[in-house]
């Protein structure tokens, strides 16, 4: 009698949704909620409050979703993640979403009734390795719908910055396409996927003005790292002329202080040892959620924005003030940067925290005061310049990284000559280069010719790497003798040796021995140990090192500041 009344009360409730109109006919944990009810019926609370919560006693008839997914089919899925490393946190929130909801994941493609494909649009090269993927995808699709194992067909979702950019059309040149969807609607993937099921192909490419996945703690796909991607915001609203990034992640938000720290803690006793905060421009972070006294914080001299500045709020030099205090031994990195959010209480904060790595990514670009107004950067090679002797007045021995971009559109060999010179003046000690590449829809596309030819791009952009690779040598060659703090990441398979990073991120190679631990005895090294280890050989992108002894971050700075070992150059 009771159930009865229970269930007729709940379809009663159920019809009163129009679940194909509400925002939320996708919430896991209604479904959830409704399939718990389903097999344990109502709890004691329920039963004696009369509770106005749906209490389901059998199946609801739900339109949208088939059955497949209530029942909940154990599909596999395989990842493929192409990209920056937004990316890689973007799939940990994802499977974060599908675990949820009952997926498994495998890393044997055989295993696979879905494939996810995390894409980039950032340039065109990285849109061909795609299309190369998904033709392999597409071939596999069809041998298996050809198997034994048709009853299992496979399916392909796109998702990320190139899903969308492309958006539908993604489906009417890629039959083999059944889930396009964009950086702001992986909560709506257990629906899409659902979707496929009956045949139909399946797109969500909104772009939202608040979606941060705040709430979503990312179940890491690479459980064994010991160290682990925290997103800080999502989207830009700098609009380089030249970049995509804006049109295909939206509008810059940023996620609230309190959920970020809760995650670093929780990384911190997972035994994470260090975490990177994401984000396109993780120094323009603003938490606006609580309310706070702060006025608004200053731009570095000689910088400007496209867009109005927002008032009050946290700033980034807060964040970095509470997430570097959660745990002193977690290393804490941060990118992408933009050189324009670089106040001073961001640079005292780096250099105040041993555990915050003093390494500062200043994206330059360009050096030519020309070409960067035509990309809309909002700075001069001069103020750049300028930037540049200031954070390393104010964090001594700093490690410097950049992006620069060569066969920008009219860069002509003169202002192609001072993006040289810059990378001569600046002691870079890791650089991101990259040829133009033209993207639709950029100011760019609509504004500028890409008139310099791919032949000239290409050979310029040779000169660019051969000019890095013949400095940083230079650079590392001048670490020889000096010991650093290096947080063991790996072993190598083949040889047995040890691979680390030192602060600067550059990674350090060292062989395998039982050396002095903390305790007073000696012990070999394992991944997430600190050590201190001396540098005795270096290339471009690796040093050779001997290992001391194991170390702490508090312990190795207890008796020298990170600046006494360099000179401050420049
Ligand atoms: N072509 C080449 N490089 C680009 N970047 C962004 N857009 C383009 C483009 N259209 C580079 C910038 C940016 C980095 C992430 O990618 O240097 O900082
Ligand atoms: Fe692109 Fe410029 Fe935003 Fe970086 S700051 S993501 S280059 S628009």
Known sequence: MMSLRCSSRLIRQLNKINLKNCRCYSDSSRINFMKDKLKHGPNL???????????????????????????????????????????????????????????????????????????????EGAETKIWHRLDHLRGFKRRRALSKYKNRPVKIGLLGCMAERLKEKLIEKEKAVDVVAGPDSYRDLPRLLALTDSGQTAVNVLLSLDETYADVVPVRLNQDSVSAFISIMRGCDNM?????VPFTRGRERSRPIASIV?????????????????????????????????????????????????????????????????????????TAAHPKDFPDEVLQVISERDNICKMVHLPAQSGSSAVLERMRRGYSREAYLDLVGHVKAAIPGVGLSTDMICGFCGETEEEFQETMSLMQLVDYNVAFLF???????????????????????????????????????????????HTHLVLVESIVQKTGQILGRNELYIKVLFDQTDILSQDGGKRAV?????????????????????????????????????????????
């Not at 380089?240 to 995509?244: E, Q, R």
């Not at 033209?438 to 609509?446: F, I, L, Q, S, V």
């Not at 270096?538 to 040093?543: E, F, G, I, R």
Request: aromatic share 10%; charged share 30%; with cysteine.
């Open 435 to 481: 040829p133009y590449s033209m993207r639709e829809k950029t100011t760019a596309y609509r504004r500028y010719k890409d008139d310099v030819p791919e032949q000239v791009k290409k050979e310029r952009h040779n000169r660019m790497v051969d000019l890095y690779r013949r400095k940083s040598q230079l650079l590392n060659e001048a670490e020889i003798g």
């Open 262 to 334: 809760d995650e670093v803690r929780h990384l911190s006793d997972q035994g994470v040892k260090e975490v990177t905060l994401l984000g396109q421009n993780v120094n323009s972070y603003r938490d606006l959620s609580g309310q706070s006294e702060k006025l608004d914080t200053h731009m570095a001299k000689g910088f400007k924005t496209v867009y109005k500045n927002k008032k009050g709020g946290l700033r980034f030099a807060d964040l970095l003030d509470k997430v570097s205090a959660v745990d002193p031994e977690m290393r804490i990195r941060f």
């Open 45 to 123: 609370s329920e039963f004696i409050t009369g509770s106005s919560e749906p209490i389901l006693t059998e199946r609801p008839n739900i339109p949208y979703l088939p059955d497949s997914i209530q029942d909940n089919l154990k599909r596999k899925v395989f990842f493929d993640v192409y990209g920056c490393q937004m990316n890689l946190n973007d799939t940990d929130i994802v499977w974060s979403i599908l675990k949820k909801e009952g997926f498994e994941r495998t890393k044997i493609e055989e295993e696979a009734d879905i494939f996810l494909v995390m894409t980039c649009a950032i340039r």
């Open 240 to 244: 380089c002329t030249y970049c995509i």
């Open 526 to 570: 394992t991944p997430g140990d600190f050590v201190a280890v001396r540098i005795v050989g270096a290339k471009s992108s690796l040093l050779n090192g001997v290992p001391l002894y194991h170390t702490s971050i508090r312990d190795f700075y207890r008796d020298k500041s990170w600046g006494e070992r360099y000179a401050v150059s420049l």
